[in-house]
Each structure stands twice: as C-alpha cells, then as structure tokens.
C-alpha cells in the first residue's frame, strides 16, 4: 500500500501552481500514540502549500486516511464544552428546518455526542463513522453507527436503505478527507430537496489572525475560507444561505446549505466582505503567517527554558492532535515535560507520537507536584483554568496559543 503521497496538483482544481508557504519538519501522524516506546513510528512531511489558481490552502502530502482514521482517540464526550456546544447545534438546525420530524445522517458522528440531541428529540438518526472503536462505543449508547468512510458509493447505499435526509451534518471533516467532492456529491446524493446540510470547519481567517499553526497535522488537508467551502459546494450542485460561529475548536465555522437556493443571510454576506477585507486569499498573508510561526517557536521554548533552568517542573495540559504538531514542531520533549495531562482515558499509559511524553490521567499528572502547566489545550482555556483552580493549582502557567506565546506567573 502506498501510505504517503506527494501532491502534485492542486486538490480542489487540479492546477500544478501550488507554492510552499511553511514546512514543519516531518512528523508523525498526531493521534498516533503508543503503549511502548520500542513500537515504531513513521514521520511524513508535514508541510503546507497555497495553490496559486483557486488560493487553497493544503498539505503537501497525502499520508492515507486509513493509516490515520481506523483507530481515533478523540472523543466528542470526554469535553464538558462539546457536550454543552451539541445541544446549541442541534437548536441552530432544527430552527432552519420547516419539518418537525427529521431524518439525521452525521458524517465523522464521532461516539455520538452531536446525534444523541436528535434521538432525545425524537428523530431518526444514522450515524457514519470511520473509525471502528468509536463507532461501538456509539453503538452501545444507542446511535446506529456505519463504520465506513463516507462519499458518493456509500450515500446511495444509504439513500436505498433509508430513504433521503432531511439533515445532513459534517462537522470538521471536509477538511479531513483528500477527496471533499466525493463527500460533498454524497451529501448532496443524499439531501432531500427540502432539506438543509451543516459543515464545520476551522476557519482559515481565525488560523491567520491567532497563528493556530497547531492545526496543521496530517489528518488535516485543507485549511478553508467560506469563499472555498462556497467554490467545493456549488460544484455539487449545493448553495450556501447561512453561516454562524462555533463556540469550540478554537474558531470554526458552521456553513449552512441546501440544493434549493435560499436567501443569503446578512452574517453570511458579512462574513465573506471580511475574508476579503483580511485578505485570506493574499499570498503574502500566507508567508507572514509562517515567519511568525517560525518566530513563536523560538519565543515559546525560550519561555519552557527558562522554566527549566528556574528550577520549574513542567506538566503539559491536553494531548490532542493538535499538541502533536506544536510540541514536534518545537521540539518540545520528555526532557521538557513531565507527562501530559489528559481527561480521555483511552490515550493514558501512551505516548505522544514524536516527542515521547507520557499521557496520564489528571490525578496522576499533579502527583508529580508541576510548578508550570504547559496549557497545550489552549483551546480550551477557560473550562481547564477553572479546573486547575478546583485542584488547588497556583503554579505558572504558559498559554502557547493563541498567537504569541505567554507566561502567567502564579
Ligand atoms: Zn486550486
């Protein structure tokens, strides 16, 4: 099988002008943690290119999905803030649609969290879901769940079996999949007329302005303006009426479509005046972009080496795909960080791909005694600050992101 693929033409387009705008060395797949150190690891360049033609921002490197996908660590439910942001999601649909009775198909439903608030309602739900241990654990909570990679085959298999979708929901997926028109001819196979889709995804504007350069791993191919979302949509024949923000993530955005044209919503029409005004589709955006990541990593292992040499014992907070990037990139490693602290007990007794820190649970993490706190879940900043207040922790603590990075003393 070929696992890792240079690109060689445009993913959206197919032109061949594409131009590197940051490298980040190469990298193992970020969610691929292990139980030992002796089990080998792969690294695959992990580097990002601007297509000249349509101004898409992608990965250089196709490493496959089913390398990546088969076995996911992250769950929606093990985040107070996911569950809490579900049940809002679930409002912002069911107040688009005219039906009061839905059919729900999720895509990357993940262990069921977002599907769970339409079953609770009473509607149908079919959940899809890649990766095979999540897709169980949804099982086993009562959200039927196809362990499969979704596109155009699968959707009408679907679409026989169960009829149209009144709801069709992505959430940070089309970023994650090589071929988005295969996914965005299923939706669109699958959507009834009437029928309204929602896509998340993490937002390039919020990438530029805060320097999530985090976000770059390998399960992430494309890194999205509404403007592309719109150019990917309507080459399936689907029209973008609406878009509101996403309170997780740390900057999504929630596209709204259907096949029928709707009038476009004043925050949509916004939203896209702003991406122009910021100039996302600039070239010279993009390579400001990687100069200053390249000046945040020198700046944050500065502030982690002088920690160190205060006599400062470091924990890091939340080892999420995206820590996998910022620490690789860094070169942030076990002789920096005691261990990570993570609420997922799937991923405690692992370790981070590449820089080989342990994950641990919370409780163990502060046995050590910290005196810093690496918030590496940044992200999730306010809901992990109250948590490390409730444990009695007053140490210093680095905020990495989002853009420069900064120490707060005790
Ligand atoms: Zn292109």
């Not at 923000?245 to 029928?260: D, K, M, N, Q």
Request: charged share 20%; with cysteine; proline share 4%.
């Amino acid at each position: 099988m070929n696992i890792s693929k240079k690109v060689v033409t445009c993913r959206l387009c197919g032109s061949e002008n594409l131009v590197t705008i940051l490298d980040l060395g190469a990298q193992p797949p970020a969610n691929s943690l292990r139980k030992t150190l002796d089990q080998r690891i792969e690294s695959y360049p992990l580097m990002i290119c601007r297509c000249s033609d349509c101004t898409t921002v992608q990965l250089t490197e196709t490493v496959s999905p089913e390398v990546m996908f088969r076995d996911y660590f992250w769950v929606t439910g093990t985040s107070d803030t996911a569950v809490a942001y579900a049940e809002q999601f679930y409002e912002n649909i069911v107040g688009r649609c005219s039906s009061r009775s839905l059919s729900v198909v999720e895509i990357a439903s993940n262990d069921g969290t977002f599907l769970r608030q339409f079953k609770q309602k009473g509607h149908r739900i079919i959940g899809i879901d890649p990766a095979k241990n999540l897709a169980e654990t949804a099982e086993k909570t009562g959200v039927p769940t196809i362990s499969d990679f979704f596109g155009l085959q699968l959707a009408k298999s679907i679409r026989m079996g169960h009829g149209e979708a009144d709801v069709v929901i992505a959430r940070n997926v089309i970023p994650h999949v090589p071929n988005p028109n295969d996914v965005v001819a299923g939706i669109s196979h699958l959507l009834s007329e009437e029928g309204i889709g929602a896509i998340e995804f993490h937002w390039v504007a919020k990438i530029l302005r805060e320097l999530h350069y985090d976000s770059i791993y390998h399960e992430h191919y494309f890194y999205h303006s509404l403007r592309s979302i719109i150019s990917l949509l309507s080459r399936n024949g689907l029209n973008i009426f609406d878009v509101t923000e996403s309170p997780i993530s740390g900057g999504s955005l929630v596209a709204y479509f259907s096949r029928t044209l709707r009038q476009p919503t004043v925050a949509l029409t916004e939203k896209l005046a702003l991406e122009e005004r910021e100039g996302l589709f600039a070239l010279e955006t993009w390579q400001e972009f990687a100069k200053s990541s390249l000046e945040h990593r020198i700046k944050l292992k500065e502030i982690i080496t002088n920690e160190i040499a205060n006599g400062k014992k470091i924990i890091g907070y939340g080892a999420s795909a995206r820590s996998s990037t910022l620490l690789n990139f860094c070169g942030i490693g076990s002789n920096d960080l005691v261990c990570i602290a993570d609420q997922n007990p799937l991923k405690h007794g692992h370790f981070t791909p590449g820089t080989d820190i342990l994950i641990t649970s919370p409780e163990v993490a502060f046995s050590h005694r910290p005196d810093t706190v690496l918030l590496l879940a940044w992200n999730f900043k306010d809901e992990i600050l109250d948590r490390l207040a409730s444990i009695g922790f007053h140490g210093n603590v680095i905020l990495p992101l989002p853009k420069m990075p900064i120490l707060i003393k005790s």
